[in-house]
């Protein structure tokens, strides 16, 4: 049995934050806004991940108003994902993620977010693709006001 899961995250850029993107902190003068680390990839992932299984999102999981989520690493966040998917009876078969970002540059972080994630999910790493691309300056992407990212994911089930 396979399912295929979306999911779909934005956080607000502001001054004073870390950027941290796919479990990743990249230097940059913003960082994302958020209760735990605001990394948008990751959140985007798990909800991807939820929705394939049908468990819910990470809303529900990991409730932004619970203090023990304040400043969260979401990669821990996605190996708990990971942990109840398996208990489900799922793996991943691939996840193919897309990071809407104007600045800065994220090609250069791309191979050690896709080592972190995949390491995270217990996957290889050919398993999971992360992409950027910018918006041309369009909409709340293009002028910096925040970034977003997309992911659909493949689960299998051997049960
Ligand atoms: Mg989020």
Known sequence: MIRIGHGYDVHRLVEGRRLILGGVEIPWKLGLLGHS????????????????????????LFPDKD???EGADSIELLRRVDSLLREHGWTVGNVDCTVLAQAPKLAPHVPQMREGLAAALG?????????????EGLGF???????????????????
């Open 37 to 60: 680390d605001a990394d948008v990839l990751t959140h985007a992932l798990m909800d991807a991940l939820l929705g394939a299984a049908a468990l819910g999102d990470i809303g529900k």
């Open 67 to 69: 203090p023990a989520y």
């Open 123 to 135: 996957v290889d790493v050919s398993q999971v693709s992360v992409k950027a691309t910018t918006e």
């Open 141 to 159: 992407t293009g002028s910096g006001e925040g970034i977003a990212a997309h992911v659909v994911c493949i689960l299998v089930n051997r049960v």
